[in-house]
């Protein structure tokens, strides 16, 4: 069975029109990278509720299907043993900081403090994770203080600690330039390494398209494409269903649209120069004057 399995899930908020989530039908296995895309309010933060049981636990409504979580339905789950086994990162870091801790160090201690582990096991994972984030600069800096992208990543390092074995991601890149957007794909790179099921909404489709195993397409509450990255990000119909493709797959699909004879769409950049590299060999041109 899969680690995480939605059967007929449709949702509806108590204060709003029709279903939000409509007929969504997806597993996700253990230890997958994957990634939501999809236009502005086509479901995906709605999906990551459903995930972490704040759909239906908090926001009540009315759902209906099957959500299992590591084999239990998640209306049977705990809220505070699910909170442990799913992390989540919200979209809007300044709503992740608790406001009642003066310390970067003290605000990632604190899920652990919650949860009653003795200190030297706190200050050592708080330790490890602020390294692993090479956020040293910040450890003594008010938390309230930090700028976006900052706060974004104690965000991510207070979830982090707690070492859950899911991840639910919403945009933890809003804030950040490209260089810190980098860092953070880096840090998911490395909970996927240690087994973590991973599970992130992003628009930043290059990044998705280079990391992701596994693409989620939402459009208008529904789940509309779901397969491999390579599957879902080489298909124009994502652009339909309101979703971004790679620049290199759209230039693979330009040239396919004028029937030149690509092998393949490419997806990364080093894709792309095989397949012009293709092209042009077999036209007899030479590829490369250097
Ligand atoms: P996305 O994350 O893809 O932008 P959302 O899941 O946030 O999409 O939103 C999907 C739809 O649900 C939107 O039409 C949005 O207006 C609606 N919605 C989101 N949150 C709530 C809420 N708390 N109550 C009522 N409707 C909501």
Known sequence: ???????????????????VLKDVNVEIEKGGFYALIGANGSGKTTFCNVLRGFVPHFYKG??????LIDGKDIR???????AQKIGFVFQNPFTQ????????FDEIAFGLENLGVEVDVIIQKVEDVIDILGIGYLRDKNPQELSGGQKQRV????????????????????????????????IIELMKLKGKTIILAEHKIELIA????????????EVVMQGTTKEILTDKRVQEYGAALPQYALLGLEMEKRNWDVDRIPLTEQEAISTVKGLLAAKGGQVCHS
């Open 1 to 19: 069975m899969s680690f995480i399995q939605l059967r007929n899930v449709s949702y509806k908020y108590p204060i709003g029109k029709g279903d």
């Open 62 to 67: 009315d759902l209906r299907g099957e959500v």
């Open 76 to 82: 049977e789950w705990d809220m505070g043993e699910l």
């Open 97 to 104: 900081i608790s406001g009642v801790k003066e310390t970067v």
């Open 155 to 186: 965000a991510l390092a207070s979830i982090i600690v707690m070492e859950p074995e899911i991840l639910v991601i919403d945009e933890p890149t809003s804030q950040l330039d490209p260089r810190g957007t980098e860092d953070i794909f880096k």
């Open 210 to 221: 280079e990391k992701a195993e596994m693409i989620l397409v939402f459009k208008d509450g």
